[in-house]
């Protein structure tokens, strides 16, 4: 059987109102050269992410990118503005250029 290092896949998963893209790509190389694109959240993961991934990999040049977008755009706290700092700020702004 022959196998190809050549090849493009990706994936998404909606998980706790986060969705993650996955995507993988993969071009013929004599040994494995893995390079991983981590967003910030998942920078502390990336020694746990390499050990799930070079067992499943043999070799190749592989580049793997997780992308993260925040789907709970509704559900941001609310903002309380503090009137009586606004209006202490807007009076000395207001004085400083008369």
């Known amino acids: ?28 190389s004599k040994q494995l050269d893995l390079s991983l694109r ?14 799930i991934l070079i067992p499943a990999l043999f070799r190749g040049k592989v580049d793997v990118t997780i992308r993260t ?11 309380q503005i503090n009137a009586p700092l606004l209006h202490a700020y807007y009076d000395q702004i207001h004085s400083a250029i008369e």
Do not use: H, K
């Open 69 to 79: 977008a925040d789907n709970s755009l509704g559900t941001s706290p609310q903002v």
């Open 1 to 28: 059987m022959i196998y190809s290092m050549t090849g493009y896949g990706s994936s998404q998963l909606l998980l706790e109102g986060v969705t993650y893209e996955v995507s993988i790509r993969s071009v013929n």
């Open 38 to 51: 981590l967003p910030s959240i998942l920078r502390d993961r990336e020694i746990e992410l390499r050990g």
